[in-house]
C-alpha cells in the first residue's frame, strides 16, 4: 500500500501523503476487521503530530474543527466554573479543582496539587455531566474515577513502555508527562497500546485531539465519558445535532450553560 511507510522527516511531505491516503485510511478504519491495524499501516501519526487534526478536519472542514479552541477559553470555561460553583455539591475533590480552576494560569502559583487551571476546568465539566449507571453488574462509577478514563498523569523519567502495556485495550485518552500533574510537559494520546504525541501541548489543545482521534480513527466514547463528549460534540463542536441521542442531562446542562451570567 503506497503512502503508509514513508521515512522522512520532511512533515509537508508526510502531511500531504496522508492527505492522499485519507479515502484509504478511512476504509480502513471503518472496517472492524482492520481497524486495529490502522496505528501498524500509518505509523507516521506516532512521529507525526498534526495528523489526528489533519484527517478530522478532512472529515468536517475547518469551521467545524476550530471550534473548541475558539469558544472553550472564552465562552464554556467560565460559564462550567460559575455552574459548579453554585450547582455541585461541595466535596475535597471538586473544591480542589475549583480553587486551580479559578486560578490564572500566569501567576505562576499554584494552590493545587492536582491539575492546571485549564485541565481543572475541563474535568469540572465531567462532573457536571458524570457517569450513568448502565446494567447492574457494572456500579455507579464516580466523576473523579471516570476522569481516569479521560487523563492519567506519568512522572518524567517513568517508563512509557510499562505505562502502554498497562492501559490495556481502552478507548483513548490523554496521557501527560511532565514533574507534576499540575506542570505538564508533554501530552499523548494513547490509543491501542500506542502514544500518538500532541500537536500542541497544552491541556486545551490536547484535549481537543483527543476529542477528534475518536473520528479519526472511528472509536467510539468511553461509556464512562459518553455524556460528557457528547455534550463536546454537539454544544461545542456542534457535530450531529439533533441526529445523536442526548440524555436529559446534557441538555440540562446546555441550557443552563448558554444561558448562564458570567
Request: contains cysteine.
Amino acid at each position: 500500500m503506497q503512502g503508509s511507510h514513508i521515512h522522512s522527516s520532511d512533515t509537508t511531505l508526510v502531511k500531504n501523503k496522508m492527505k492522499a491516503t485519507f479515502q484509504h485510511r478511512q476504509k480502513v478504519v471503518h472496517d472492524p476487521d482492520t481497524a486495529s491495524s490502522v496505528l501498524d499501516l500509518f505509523p507516521r501519526f506516532l512521529d507525526t503530530p498534526g495528523l489526528i487534526d489533519q484527517d478530522f478536519t478532512m472529515i468536517f472542514g475547518e469551521e467545524v474543527s476550530g471550534k473548541f479552541l475558539s469558544k472553550w477559553p472564552t465562552f464554556f470555561k467560565p460559564r462550567v466554573i460559575a455552574d459548579c460553583c453554585k450547582n455541585l455539591t461541595p466535596s475535597p475533590h471538586v473544591d480542589e479543582l475549583l480553587l486551580s480552576a479559578q486560578q490564572e494560569s500566569d501567576d505562576g502559583v499554584w494552590h493545587s496539587e492536582e491539575w492546571d487551571s485549564e485541565m481543572a476546568a475541563i474535568l469540572l465539566l465531567l462532573h457536571l455531566l458524570p457517569p450513568t449507571v448502565k446494567g447492574k453488574k457494572t456500579g455507579k462509577m464516580s466523576a473523579s474515577e471516570a476522569a481516569r478514563c479521560l487523563i492519567k498523569f506519568m512522572k518524567v523519567g517513568s517508563s512509557m513502555e510499562t505505562v502502554l502495556k498497562e492501559t490495556g485495550p481502552k478507548q483513548p485518552f490523554l496521557l501527560g508527562v511532565g514533574e507534576r500533574s499540575n506542570s505538564i510537559r508533554d501530552f499523548y494520546i494513547i490509543l491501542d497500546q500506542k502514544a500518538i504525541p500532541c500537536r500542541m501541548q497544552t491541556p486545551v489543545a490536547a484535549f481537543d485531539e483527543l476529542f477528534k482521534a475518536h473520528y479519526a480513527f472511528a472509536v467510539s466514547y468511553d461509556e464512562a465519558l459518553s455524556s460528557f463528549f457528547i455534550f463536546i460534540q454537539t454544544t461545542v463542536y456542534g457535530i450531529d445535532v439533533g441526529k445523536v441521542k442526548e440524555s436529559p442531562r446534557v441538555k440540562e446542562i446546555r441550557a443552563r450553560l448558554l444561558h448562564c451570567e458570567v
